[in-house]
């Protein structure tokens, strides 16, 4: 079974912090993805990789950076927290660019 | 970025009754996902659809794939307490790995 690992199930952080979420996979997958999910939003992309240090924007990347320094890690960073950024962060991972993505249980996160 | 038209938002079901929820979008995809969410976890994959027309059983959910790559529904058969949770499609173009969800098909007991 695929197993994608968000560090932290809640965090709680104030406006201006600098916040890591990290996300491993366990299936040598080549892609990895972050997405944050709102209530009558759905999920949106944030960010994705495709290979070790290689990254794309999603279709919402204002206000985030991602780090892929291993294939099997990627961060998201958010550069100085602010409360709208308070929302569910989801990670997937996916081995090839056309096979279904697969994904962690989710970072609850708060900014106060 | 662009979205699809998941419907209904939400439904009641009662035990033992078929329920069906579909997506349909402006744009053509080569590949339809459907996915489970239950509270406090992430999305599980349910079905993968590769070809138009294609139709896909797992248990009691069965998904198809639409002939004009523009839709896709799934159903559930004989639903049991703990179908409750919120279904998303995603489609996935030929063009990139990106997906596009719908906004989630929320399922409930009904009283």
């Known amino acids: 079974d695929v197993k994608v690992t968000q560090s932290s199930r809640y965090l709680v952080k104030r406006t201006g912090e600098k916040v890591f979420l990290e996300c491993v996979q366990d299936m040598d997958h080549e892609n990895m993805f972050w997405y944050r999910q709102d209530p009558g939003l759905g999920l949106r992309l944030i960010y994705f990789s495709y290979d070790v240090k290689m990254k794309e924007k999603g279709d919402i990347p204002e206000g985030y950076s991602v780090s892929r320094e291993k294939k099997e890690r990627f961060s998201l960073i958010l550069e100085s927290a602010s409360t709208n950024q308070t929302s569910m962060y989801l990670c997937?991972?996916?081995?090839?660019?056309?096979?279904?993505?697969?994904f962690g249980d989710g970072t609850r996160l708060s900014i106060l | 970025g662009q979205q699809l038209n998941q419907s209904p938002q939400s439904m009641f079901i009662q035990e033992g009754e078929d329920v069906s929820m579909n997506c349909t979008s402006s744009s053509i995809f080569n590949t339809w996902l459907w996915y489970k969410q239950d509270p406090g976890e992430g999305p599980v994959l349910l079905i993968a659809l590769y070809k138009a027309g294609e139709l896909t059983s797992n248990g009691r959910l069965t998904a198809q794939f639409g002939i004009t790559r523009k839709d896709s529904f799934l159903n559930i058969s004989a639903s049991i307490p703990s179908d409750v949770g919120i279904y998303f499609c995603a489609g996935q173009q030929a063009a990139g790995n990106k997906l596009t969800f719908g906004g989630g098909t929320r399922v409930l007991v009904k009283p």
């Open positions: 997937a991972s996916s081995p090839t660019a056309n096979q279904p993505q697969h």
